[in-house]
RNA sequence: GUGAUAGUAGCUCAGUCGGCUAGAGCACCAGAUUGUGGUUCUGGGGGUCGCGGGUUCGAGUCCCGUCUUUCACCCCA
């Protein structure tokens, strides 16, 4: 029989991998906590058309799909949000706000693996819905980043990037751009860091034949600072647009961690819903793809048939954020270990040896044997391989007046104590 | 979906021009020291050389296909 092989973009979390992971899933789970957000989390398939309904039909080429035995159309979840504005929708009504939700959900896409993109994978999502305060958004944003800088990146490893789509959009309609020309201008701005200026006037052309909307567009890419953006506001929409994004980098200082944050207007985010301000965060270098994005998007309650309401969120996914805490070093040394392991002396004392096995462990401490009866130096070898951190011998002088030899195996001091002073000191 | 890259033991790899029964290190298992490990010594198990076809007296090695890996593009919620 042959070996049937795991599937592409998969991944197993052998014992050691499972420690990473879970370091990685408690570290958010705890900067969730301590931001204010509570944890919630739904099926891990949904009807297709929740994703259809946000993305369009082309989504579905990039998701796994499936039709149950009643032929109705399903998906496993590729991003959690639209589950989470399912939920909000259904209890509307009676959820206080903000409501200040946060999930580690396990997604599935059907893209091709490659550096940083796998098919399955883990993302932290923090969602504010119910407010439209740009705190909200300066919330999000802090709550990523606090995470990031607990770990011990510094503003020299990471940077979040910010931009706002409601200010671009409210700039380019300031210099003549129609709705509809809208996406248009945010795909060639997406794209203008990965082509050469003179590709990226090429594809202007292309894609602009207005010359002088053109000659207007070719304006952002030299824009760096928020001052040089509020030149460019001619309309009072523009101008209370950047105004807002302004604010938003005061709260941001203001909560200490302004020399993380800079302003960048070809972050778009793609062509997905977001409706304010958006932001990326990468590793300075800008080697890896971004480990984390997120901004405002105040319409997906409506598409999804629910009232107007107000949200802004990010997510971070595991597989980037491994390769740049890889990188970086920030990775602890993780290793699965026991707290004592019961050696016996002899066969005669292995009952004895059991029994105290079980006492440790019914006091809450992990204890470990040998399944096999050997020699002393085999069971110590296997306390070793099992990394415990003491040995405890059961030998004659155990049976004779209740005492134990403890060992601990990193210093290899040991000392005498009895059985009972033992076990209450656990 | 497109392009490139690689695939030999659990892992990292060697394997000459196509030629005996395909190797090493690490890991694993077992012995050697009869109350003390992590760092000794000895031995052992484990491979249809990704899979399928072709060329050849003979294929890990050459050719074709396919799957998978890694990387980039498309896309990126």
Not at 68 to 75: I, K, N, S, V
Request: charged share 25%.
């Amino acid at each position: 029989m042959s070996k049937i092989a795991a599937i592409k973009g998969t991944r197993d979390f052998y014992p050691e991998i499972m420690a990473v992971r879970n370091w990685i899933v408690d570290g958010w789970k705890n900067a969730s906590i301590r931001n204010g957000f509570v944890e919630y989390d739904c099926p891990i398939f949904e009807y297709l058309e929740l994703y259809t309904r946000k993305s369009g039909d082309e989504i579905v080429s990039q998701l796994f799909s499936m039709t149950d035995r009643g032929g109705r159309d399903l998906a496993i979840r590729p991003e959690i949000t639209p589950s989470l504005a399912r939920m909000v929708n259904q209890q509307i009504n009676s959820l206080p706000r903000p409501i200040k939700w946060f999930s580690v959900p396990r997604l599935c896409r059907a893209e091709k693996p490659q550096k940083g993109r796998l098919r399955e994978f883990f993302q932290w999502n923090c969602d504010i819905v119910g407010s439209d305060s740009i705190l909200a958004d300066a919330e999000s944003i802090y709550t990523a980043v606090d995470y990031l800088r607990g770990l011990g990146l510094t503003a020299e490893d990471i940077v979040a990037r910010i931009s706002s789509r409601s200010m671009l959009a409210e700039i380019l309609k300031s210099m003549g751009f129609a709705d509809e020309q809208l996406n248009t201008v945010y795909s060639l701005l997406d794209k203008m860091p990965k082509v050469s200026p003179d590709a990226f006037k090429e594809m202007a052309t292309e894609q602009i034949t207005d010359p002088s909307l053109r000659e207007q567009m070719l304006k952002l890419p030299v824009v760096k600072t928020l001052d040089d953006v509020e030149a460019l506001a001619a309309s009072e929409p523009a101008k209370a647009a950047v105004a807002e994004l302004c604010e938003l980098f005061d709260i941001l200082s203001a909560m200490g961690i302004g020399d993380y944050c800079k302003f960048d207007i070809q972050i778009v985010r793609g062509l997905a819903y977001y409706t304010g301000p958006v932001f990326e965060i990468f590793d300075r270098k800008e080697s890896l793809r971004a480990v984390c994005g997120g901004g405002r998007y105040d319409s997906l309650l409506t598409i999804l048939g629910g009232p107007q309401v107000p949200a802004t969120g990010f997510g971070m996914g595991d597989v980037v954020l491994e390769i740049l805490l890889r990188e970086k070093g920030k990775l602890p040394e993780l290793s699965g270990s026991i707290d004592y392991f019961v050696i016996d002396a002899g066969k005669e004392m292995f009952d004895r040896a059991l029994k105290l096995v079980c006492e440790i462990r019914s006091h809450g401490r992990s204890a470990s044997f040998s399944y096999k009866r050997q020699n002393l130096g085999k069971q110590f070898k296997t306390a070793d391989a099992q990394k415990a951190a003491f040995a405890v011998i059961v030998g004659e002088e155990t049976v004779e007046n209740n005492e134990i030899t403890v060992k601990e195996l990193a210093t290899g001091q040991q000392q005498k104590i009895s059985v009972t002073d033992f076990l209450s000191s656990l």
